[in-house]
């Protein structure tokens, strides 16, 4: 055994345990650095001196493991852009309601009812040259033009740091951000944004417009703007424009991944462009000549596409793929995988916390360890049903390795996904091509034909299609509880099946039904945790909302109808494995084993007798005077929800602070819990 032949695949495994205990341990920079030094001088110390010595050669091993782990812990902090003195966060004049800010634009996103979005680099901030990203909301306008990727703009407004959620799990767009290395938002009127003068043009930029100059060419073809949407999803990797009822019906079909540029779109071009340049192998040192344009083209799509984090994950992955392929390197596509993600984690660390990442790589080891084993328990003899077969192989074995994660993140399973991908995916590359000619054919100034038509009906015929998929509600698994620890659990359980289709002994046989009777023992630990009474004021703006949970009972009070189905409730609901019940109205009172929570509502009347109250929630904006209320009810602190005037809550704060009563906001400090 040579003492350096080690598996990439164990070095990117002990990079991923450094950037974890990074993220759970806050640890400086230096002693970071310290830490990677050290070890790293270890390492070279122990293979100088057990080279010859082969019963300690085990220290070798842990000591270049353990360097791995100190080196994914240095490369996640210097990665952090707040702890770089030059981030403009440093910048803030926190004496000034309103900062200078220089910014150019990076990225444009979805829009939502109220504002355009876009990711932005912050070039100054109070005359002080800066680096950093930010979100900014630009309210739209009746023009409603949106801005050039690379512009530059000066404006003077606030900027804000994005807070986390008010209610408990709720989706935090905050800690979205946060993995983009985004931590402020900025607000701003189009009246109020400058554009300053720029010759500085990104790679971003220069892809930004030639996108632009693909759809002004496509606009002769007089496609709809649902199919114009779904163009430039499907090839130009754009998502902005898609309606949120078309997204939905791919999202519910379980065809949603078919609308991210990712690792299907990338090995299909792969192939595809494989298969134009295969003359060039005929010439002196073709193969080599052939793998360059291969991955230049690869990433040059990947820029046009808009190099998000799906597609430059699946871009390397790809190029690694075609070095080996084309140069007659033998690979193993475990090794290919751990490369890639060995390179990725190198440059961007929080990739592995990204949602897509990890669905992703899942979805690839999963195909490539199952679908090997599902093929062969049937071979269709005529060559549509095989690759029917093929298609449906791959997509199911996919899903043992998504499933776990879907569920944990968005609690749904659409169980028709085996449908949508059989009909779809085995026509995807045909459609891809297609999509290619016509772009081409815009780009050469064809004028609209037969080709452009026929591709405009596919588009429409997929959005039917995944319609009609999408209606089937029946179908379609809503809000189903699912913990972290389930997640490691179904893994256990999936390796272990894995590994006894492969070996098909009894040990495998044993750590698979163990497997099971864990997964079990995870239900039974959940029903245990939702046992107990709790008292829930949420927050919601111009709306009461109240929850009292019984075990694994939760019974709503508000003022919405039907607020059971709103997203506060759904959210906090399926987290916490509760089932709710119908929403009824207000009560004035509500008893938790002995504590009273009072309601006081718009009415304002609080004429309670005989009962010690503990809490008053505030909603409404009941007229009352407050300290009155104190004195006559002597409770324990004064609730204040989403539901009141502002200057209402300023007074109210004002009076219990004279009282020296506690006094909680559900606008600052989110919902109020009440535990038995």
């Not at 490369?339 to 949602?355: G, Q």
Request: proline share 3%.
């Amino acid at each position: 055994m040579k003492l350096l032949n080690f598996s990439i695949i164990k070095f990117t495994f002990c990079l991923i345990v450094g950037i974890i205990i990074s993220k759970l341990f806050s640890i400086s920079i230096l002693y970071s650095l310290l830490f990677c030094v050290g070890f790293t001088l270890i390492t070279i110390g122990f293979y100088f001196t057990l080279k010859k010595k082969k019963s300690f050669i085990y220290l070798f091993g842990i000591s270049v493991y353990l360097t791995f782990i100190a080196f994914g812990i240095f490369i996640t902090n210097i990665n952090g852009e707040l702890q770089k003195t030059n981030h403009f966060s440093h910048a803030i004049d926190k004496d000034q309601a309103n900062q200078t800010i220089t910014f150019r634009i990076r990225e444009r996103l979805k829009p939502n009812a109220f504002s355009q979005r876009y990711y932005v680099d912050i070039l100054k901030l109070n005359a002080k040259n800066v680096k950093g990203k930010a979100l900014i909301n630009i309210r739209k306008d009746s023009l409603n033009i949106p801005i050039p990727i690379d512009a530059v703009y000066l404006s003077k407004t606030n900027v804000i740091e994005i807070k986390a959620p008010l209610n408990p799990d709720q989706f935090s767009y905050k800690a979205y951000l946060e993995k983009q290395q985004i931590y402020y938002q900025i607000y701003a009127n189009q009246l109020d944004i400058l554009e300053l003068k720029s010759e500085t043009s990104t790679v971003f930029g220069h892809a930004a417009r030639f996108r632009n100059y693909i759809n002004k060419a496509l606009s002769k073809y007089q496609y709809s703007d649902e199919q114009s949407s779904i163009i430039n999803a499907l090839i130009l990797g754009q998502r902005q424009n898609i309606t949120k009822e078309v997204y939905d019906n791919y999202t519910n079909a379980g065809a949603i991944h078919i609308l991210a540029v990712s690792g299907l779109h990338i090995g299909i071009i792969l192939l595809l462009l494989n298969f134009v340049f295969k003359p060039i192998e005929r010439i002196k040192n073709g193969k080599l000549i052939k793998t360059i344009i291969l991955v230049i083209l690869l990433w040059t799509y990947a820029l046009i596409a808009g190099g998000s984090a799906s597609i430059i994950r699946a871009t390397t992955m790809f190029s690694i793929v075609a070095i080996g392929i084309n140069l007659k390197r033998p690979t193993n596509i475990y090794n290919t995988l751990a490369i890639s993600v060995f390179i990725l984690l190198l440059i961007k660390p929080n990739f592995l916390f990204d949602v897509g990442f990890q669905l992703s790589y899942a979805a690839v080891i999963s195909i490539v360890s199952f679908q090997p084993i599902l093929e062969r328990l049937y071979s269709p003899k005529y060559k549509l049903n095989k690759l029917l077969w093929q298609t449906l192989t791959v997509t199911v074995s996919a899903q043992f390795g998504i499933i776990p994660i879907s569920l944990y993140y968005f609690h749904q399973f659409p169980s028709l996904f085996w449908l949508s991908n059989l009909i779809v995916i085995p026509f995807l590359s045909l459609i891809l091509g297609l999509g290619l000619v016509v772009i081409t054919c815009a780009i050469l100034g064809i004028p609209k034909s037969f080709i452009s038509d026929t591709f405009g009906a596919i588009i429409n015929w997929m959005n039917q299609f995944f319609a009609w998929i999408s209606n089937q509600e029946d179908f379609l698994i809503l809000d189903i509880p699912f913990t972290l620890l389930q997640v490691v659990v179904s893994y256990l359980l999936i390796f272990s099946i894995y590994q006894l289709c492969i070996q098909k002994n009894y040990t495998w046989t044993k750590f698979t039904l163990v497997s099971v009777i864990v997964l079990q023992l995870t239900y039974i630990l959940n029903q245990y945790h939702t046992k107990g009474d709790s008292f829930l004021v949420f927050h919601k703006n111009r709306t009461t909302l109240i929850a009292k949970k019984h075990n694994n009972q939760l019974a709503i009070y508000s003022t919405l109808k039907h607020a059971e189905t709103n997203t506060i409730i759904r959210s906090y609901a399926v987290k916490n494995a509760l089932q709710p019940i119908a929403s009824k109205p207000v009560n004035v009172l509500y008893k938790l084993k002995d504590k009273h929570i009072l309601i006081v509502d718009s009415l304002g009347v609080y004429n309670i007798k005989n009962i010690t109250i503990d809490y008053v929630l505030l909603t409404q904006s009941p007229k009352l005077n407050l300290e009155r209320l104190i004195d006559s009810l002597k409770p324990k602190a004064i609730i204040v929800d989403g539901n009141n005037y502002k200057s209402y809550i300023s007074r109210w704060r004002q009076t219990c602070k004279k009282q020296k009563l506690p006094f909680y906001q559900t606008g600052k400090t989110g919902a109020f819990i009440i535990k038995d």
